[in-house]
């Protein structure tokens, strides 16, 4: 991972002036980086910091599986995603994909302004850092025949029912 991260940023409506207050504070930091952010988000923080955002679909129209699909092509380096939880949200089941591929693929994820700032000001985000990328060998190489043959036994017997 070179000294220039791809950050991503997302907040959930009642999130949004947090991420905006914690951007703000953070403006020379971000300046330094390649942004991403999903729709309405990315347009609140591009005129607050007059910086270029990658600005993507809303979250509820598929900003948050865009995010993820950059996520596993190791296209974003670090998510910062202000996420309310206390309200459920319409795309609950994005949401939760999304935390899970930015697991998967072992980037950093920051939910909330402490954890943030944790990760901003960490030693790590200022020199080049080579993550643990998993390879997932062994879930790529699995034997899909054994698995074909007990899918047909599955429903053979299903068929028997």
């Known amino acids: 991972m070179d000294q220039t991260k791809r950050i991503a940023l997302i907040a ?9 207050e914690w951007a703000r504070f953070n403006r020379a930091f971000l300046a330094k980086h390649e942004l ?17 955002i990658h600005k ?3 979250g509820p129209l598929g900003g948050d599986q ?37 697991v998967v693929w072992n980037i950093p994820i920051a939910c909330n ?15 080049a850092y080579q993550p643990y990328l998993p390879t997932y060998k062994d879930y790529l190489d699995r034997n899909y025949e054994t698995q074909a043959a007990q899918i047909k036994t599955a429903q053979e017997q299903l068929a028997l029912v």
């Open 12 to 20: 959930h409506n009642n999130k949004k002036q947090d991420i905006l």
């Open 36 to 52: 991403y952010a999903t729709g309405t988000t990315g347009k609140l923080l591009e005129e607050e910091l007059d910086l270029a």
């Open 56 to 58: 993507l679909q809303s």
């Open 66 to 102: 865009q995010i993820g699909a950059k996520i596993s092509t190791q296209e974003i380096d670090l998510l910062i995603f202000f996420w309310d939880p206390l309200e459920q949200q319409p795309h609950d089941p994005d949401v939760k994909a999304l935390l899970r591929i930015a």
């Open 113 to 127: 302004r402490a954890s943030a700032d944790f990760l901003v000001t960490s030693p790590l985000m200022t020199d």
